[in-house]
């Protein structure tokens, strides 16, 4: 059974600091990989999807990057604002069939002025 | 953003009354999902379908049901609504192309249940 985790639950960076959050999964035999935001109280937005042929995605001041072999995504945020401030899920979604995806449990970034 | 409504967005009901929640797509996607979210148990998958009348369970369907009746409706009902399923419910929808199987989620469904 695929296990998705997210390290570390919760961030706190100074404006302006680039940032690095981290994604693992158990099972390398993924379909993509898919990056979310979540603000307090609303539902999650798609940031960037990956898949398992890619090695990278970008857009904007987001950088995702998917190695499947160690079972690792990392969403890299350049000059970061408090605007970022929003919880970051990853989601896995297997190969064939019904395509339903694992979900870590995210990393709550907080960016402070 | 993905043509996703959910409704209702906000529902109090009292324990043990029957409580349905709708979520409707205009993107023609094959694949729907209904899930709940908690904290300390992040996103659990109640439901999804993968074409009409096509449905199966997921982590924590006890005590509910779905139907989808039409590609766009997928319809969530709690039959006897609980204390313990009070949450906030997200819709979900995907589509397979060769960009990949990309989901979209609604804004939400807060219910509580007294």
């Known amino acids: 059974k695929q296990e998705v985790t997210q390290i570390p639950a919760a961030l706190s960076v100074p404006e302006g600091e680039n940032l690095v959050l981290n994604c693992s999964f158990t099972?390398?035999?993924?379909?993509?990989l898919q990056w979310f935001r979540q603000d307090p109280g609303k539902g999650l937005t798609s940031l960037l999807l990956?898949?398992?042929?890619?090695r990278e995605q970008t857009s904007g001041r987001l950088n995702a990057s998917l190695d499947k072999s160690s079972g690792r995504s990392t969403l890299y945020i350049a000059a970061s604002q408090p605007g970022d401030s929003a919880t970051y899920l990853c989601?896995?979604?297997?190969?064939?069939?019904?395509?339903?995806?694992?979900f870590g449990r995210g990393t709550s970034l907080i960016v402070h002025p | 953003d993905a043509g996703i409504t959910q409704s209702p967005r906000h529902k109090v009901t009292e324990t043990g009354t029957p409580v349905t929640l709708r979520c409707h797509q205009t993107?023609?996607?094959?694949?729907m999902y209904w899930y709940r979210q908690d904290p300390g148990h992040g996103l659990r998958l109640i439901h999804y379908?993968?074409?009409?009348?096509?449905?199966d369970k997921g982590e924590v369907s006890d005590g509910y049901s779905v139907s989808r009746s039409k590609t766009e409706d997928f319809l969530l009902t709690l039959e006897s609504a609980t204390s313990s399923q009070t949450s906030v419910y997200f819709c979900?929808?995907?589509?397979?192309?060769?960009?990949?199987?990309?989901?979209?989620f609604g804004e939400g469904s807060w219910l509580t249940v007294v």
């Open positions: 099972d390398s035999a993924i379909y993509n």
């Open positions: 993107e023609n996607h094959r694949y």
């Open positions: 379908s993968y074409g009409v009348k096509d449905t």
């Open positions: 979900a929808i995907s589509q397979n192309r060769d960009t990949g199987n990309t989901i979209y």
């Open positions: 990956i898949q398992s042929s890619q």
């Open positions: 989601a896995v979604t297997p190969p064939g069939g019904s395509y339903i995806p694992t």
